[in-house]
């Protein structure tokens, strides 16, 4: 398994890590960058993630929701939003994983 698979299934909120249970969509690019500002800002050393396509329950049961690839491939594209709307610049990547 690898490594983001492991944070996917094993990790929990935190100022380095977000949960999102269901996408961004057409509709949510002023959330993505809301969520994406707060990750860089938060005061931990390495790398952060935002978690799409799970969740947690009323009871704190992590949900997997999984989200299709196409989802991120939306126009603008959210590489292209953080480029125009984040200064300094950050480093985004998407990666998908099968958990």
């Known amino acids: 398994m690898n490594r983001l698979a492991k944070i996917v299934q094993s990790a929990t909120?935190?100022?380095?890590?977000?949960?999102?249970k269901n996408?961004?969509?057409?509709?949510?690019?002023?959330?993505?960058?809301?969520?994406?500002?707060a990750i860089a800002n938060a005061d931990v050393d390495g790398s952060r993630y935002i978690i799409v396509?799970?969740?947690f329950d009323a009871g704190?049961?992590?949900q997997l929701a999984g989200v299709a690839r196409d989802d991120f491939s939306g126009k603008?594209?959210?590489?292209?939003?953080?480029?125009?709307?984040?200064e300094?610049?950050?480093?985004l990547r998407y990666e998908s994983v099968i958990v």
Request: proline content about 9%.
């Open 13 to 20: 909120p935190s100022h380095r890590i977000q949960f999102r």
């Open 60 to 62: 704190g049961h992590k």
């Open 23 to 37: 996408k961004y969509g057409k509709s949510g690019a002023r959330e993505f960058l809301r969520d994406l500002m």
């Open 88 to 91: 300094p610049p950050v480093r």
């Open 76 to 86: 603008p594209s959210y590489l292209a939003l953080a480029r125009e709307f984040i």
């Open 53 to 55: 396509g799970a969740g």
